[in-house]
């Protein structure tokens, strides 16, 4: 089936890359299982269903290429820290000439309880540093992003601490559930465009 966009029209013709799907977590084994490291395991998720490897890099960044849905896509891993990941980010998009509609960001809420999805067009960074990078580095804050609840933290613990610790037992369990639910929600953002996404996710 081949991608209509019903909310942004056709890219041009000949582009190397139609959507660009970034992941936004912290590198390294030490980090990989952590709270924040969700939107990596989401654009992993949906490189396995694709049939695509993260065997490139460039620009401080990890990439599959391949075709979801029909559709020429790069999943792009930033191996910058959290913080720093629109050092990653923003010369990706300018390099693959990613209009910023066509841009879609994943990452962990705090605010949303766990599991929940989030689908939005725009927006601030809601206090995620990861976002605040990309929205720096691109000078704007008008690209989708898909956010993961991982609920707040109970007692003293403090947020920093928090999304830096491994998902307890039972809360992995959920998560194995929501992760083929965030990747069915990007296919269908591809396939039928972001509005309907959003309608039928969030």
């Known amino acids: 089936m081949r991608l209509s966009f019903p909310l942004f029209g056709r890219p041009r013709s000949g582009s190397t890359v139609e959507w660009m799907i970034v992941g936004l977590g912290n590198p390294g084994m030490r980090y990989a299982r952590n709270r924040h490291n969700v939107g990596f395991h989401v654009v992993d998720h949906l490189a396995a269903e694709a049939g695509l490897c993260f065997d490139e890099r460039q ?8 075709t979801v849905e029909g559709v020429r896509v790069a999943l792009v891993k930033p191996q910058t820290y959290m913080n720093l990941s629109g050092k990653a980010v923003g010369p990706l998009v300018r390099f693959y000439k990613i209009p910023l ?22 927006g601030g960074s809601g206090g995620h540093r990861g976002l605040a990078s990309v929205i720096e580095h691109l000078g704007s804050q008008e690209f989708p992003r898909l956010r993961i609840g991982i609920g707040r933290p109970v007692g003293s613990m403090t947020p920093e601490a928090y999304v830096l610790q491994d998902f307890d037992p039972a809360q992995q369990a959920v998560m194995e559930h929501v992760y083929p639910r965030a990747v069915e929600a990007i296919r269908t953002a591809l396939r039928e465009g972001f509005q309907t996404a959003m309608n039928r996710f969030n």
């Open 59 to 66: 620009s401080h960044a990890l990439m599959a290429r391949g």
């Open 101 to 122: 509609e066509r841009l879609l960001v994943v990452c962990d809420d705090l605010d949303l309880p766990l599991g929940q999805l989030r689908l939005r067009l725009k």
